[in-house]
């Protein structure tokens, strides 16, 4: 059977044929597209839209924050060890007991605290937005008032910082920390057991 490709009909047929492949796919990774925002917005909440606003594109933001992913997936993060889960709740007892009589000392040994925290489980020690940014892979509705409390530490340590000021940094650390710890986990489970 010969095909006559230059029948009008065929060509009609054949283009329709590349044009409909071409819609199909164009479609697909549209879609795919969309999914990803959606996921990359319900993981990272408000860190997905601090980055939209500071980078020159949606591509770009998102990428910042896929490349986020993949660098905790190559860090060794673990969970706390029961009897480091037990001294580091009583250094948080601690430091809350101070915040009364010295709220400046309180917050800023609540934010080494945390960083203490962070280091135990296997994050890097280094500048703060990069621990942010680390943190926001798997602790991201806390991220941003881990920032606002970070700020009010640095404020403190300056004498700059308001007695509320500090007492909602504490807020924030304490979210942070029990976040951290696993506080709800191991609540869940002694109700369980």
């Known amino acids: 059977m010969n095909i006559d490709y230059t029948n009008p009909a065929m060509l009609i047929g054949a283009t329709a044929v590349i044009l409909f492949i071409v819609f199909l796919t164009v479609a697909i990774i ?3 597209r969309r999914e990803r925002t959606r996921n990359l917005r319900l993981r990272f909440g408000h860190e997905y839209d601090l980055l939209l606003r500071q980078m020159d594109s949606r ?3 998102e990428a910042r924050l896929l490349a986020r992913e993949k660098r905790i997936e190559l860090l060794k993060i673990r ?3 029961p009897n480091e889960r037990t001294q580091f709740l009583a250094a948080w007892d601690l430091v809350q007991s101070r915040f009364i009589d010295h709220p400046r000392g309180a917050v800023i040994e609540a934010d080494e ?3 203490a925290v962070l280091r135990a489980r296997g994050f890097p020690s280094d500048r ?3 621990r942010a940014a680390d943190l926001s892979v798997d602790h991201a509705p806390l991220v941003e008032s881990y920032r606002a409390a970070n700020e009010i530490a640095v404020r403190a340590g300056k004498n700059q910082a308001t007695t509320e000021e500090m007492r ?3 807020l ?3 979210a942070m920390f029990d976040d951290l710890l696993q ?3 191991r609540l869940e489970h002694r109700a369980v057991a």
């Open 30 to 32: 549209e879609r795919k």
């Open 172 to 174: 924030y650390y304490h």
């Open 183 to 185: 506080i709800d986990a």
């Open 59 to 61: 591509r770009n933001a």
């Open 128 to 130: 703060f937005e990069q």
């Open 113 to 115: 605290l945390i960083n």
């Open 79 to 81: 969970d706390l060890k």
């Open 168 to 170: 909602r940094a504490m």
